[in-house]
C-alpha cells in the first residue's frame, strides 16, 4: 500500500527561524510526491511536487522540499518563516495501482504556526 | 494559470433539501476532478472521482444516489448532496488535473450547513 506520514501535528517556529515540515512515504515504484497548502476556510494551494530528477525541488512562496530516497523522506522547508506562512500543510503521494491510480492519499496535516 | 473555482463558498440548508456545488476550471481543461470532503482539522477525503462525459467512481463508502456527480464539460463538475442531512454538514473541496496523473489544482471550498 502507498502512504504518507506526517509525524507532527504541530510545529511551532518564531519568523525568520528555518522552517521544517516532516513528511515520510512508503510507496512500491516510484513515488509522486506533493505538498500543498491550506488556509483557513480555503481549499488547497499547490507548493511543489517531486516527480523525477534533482532532489531538492523548488517551489511556490520560498519553499522547497528535499526527496531523500534512503529515508523515504520528502521534507518541506523554508530558510526564512513568515507569520503568513501559519497554516495547514499536507504532503500527498499520487497513488499508482490498480482502480486508484492517479489520485491523492494524504498525510494527517502539519499545523504551521509563526510566531512574530 | 491553474485557477479552480467553486460556488457557492457556503451554504445553509434545510434538511431534506438538495443542494448543488459547481467546481469550475477557468483556465484549463480539466479531463478529472475529484470531490473531497473535509472534517474540522482533519485530512482530506476522497468521495470520487469524475472523468468528463463519463460515470463518475465512488469511493467505498459513499453513497452515489446521495452525492449526485456531474462531469458534464471539460471545464465544469457539479457534486449535488441530495436529500441533504444535518451529517452532510461539511467542508468540500473539488480538484481538477488535466489528465488523471497530473497535477491537482484545487478549489477554494464550499461550507455546507444543514439545519
Known amino acids: 500500500a502507498q502512504s504518507v506520514a506526517q509525524p507532527e501535528d504541530q510545529v511551532n517556529v518564531a519568523e525568520g527561524n528555518p522552517l521544517t515540515v516532516k513528511c515520510t512515504y512508503s510507496v512500491s515504484g516510484n513515488p509522486y510526491l506533493f505538498w500543498y497548502v491550506q488556509y483557513p476556510n480555503r481549499g488547497l494551494q499547490f507548493l511543489l511536487k517531486y516527480i523525477t530528477g534533482d532532489n531538492l525541488v523548488k517551489g511556490s512562496y520560498g519553499f522547497e522540499a528535499e526527496f531523500n530516497k534512503s529515508q523515504t523522506s520528502f521534507h518541506l522547508k523554508k530558510p526564512s518563516a513568515l507569520v503568513s506562512d501559519s497554516a495547514l500543510y499536507f504532503c500527498a503521494v499520487r497513488l499508482a495501482w490498480g482502480d486508484s491510480w492517479g489520485k491523492l492519499q494524504f498525510g494527517a496535516g502539519t499545523q504551521v504556526v509563526v510566531t512574530p | 494559470g491553474a485557477v479552480v473555482s467553486q460556488h457557492p463558498s457556503w451554504v445553509i440548508c434545510k434538511s431534506g433539501t438538495s443542494v448543488k456545488i459547481e467546481c469550475r476550471s477557468l483556465d484549463f481543461q480539466a479531463t478529472t476532478m475529484f470531490w473531497y470532503r473535509q472534517f474540522p482539522k482533519q485530512s482530506l477525503m476522497l468521495m470520487a472521482t469524475?472523468?468528463?462525459?463519463?460515470?463518475?467512481?465512488?469511493e467505498q463508502g459513499v453513497e452515489k444516489d446521495k452525492f449526485l456527480i456531474n462531469h458534464a464539460s471539460l471545464t465544469l463538475s457539479t457534486l449535488t448532496v441530495t436529500s441533504a442531512h444535518p451529517e452532510d454538514s461539511s467542508f468540500y473541496i473539488c480538484?481538477?488535473?488535466?489528465?488523471?496523473?497530473?497535477?491537482?489544482?484545487f478549489g477554494p471550498g464550499t461550507r455546507l450547513l444543514v439545519l
Open positions: 469524475s472523468n468528463e462525459g463519463s460515470k463518475a467512481t465512488y
Open positions: 480538484s481538477a488535473s488535466k489528465r488523471i496523473q497530473e497535477t491537482q489544482y
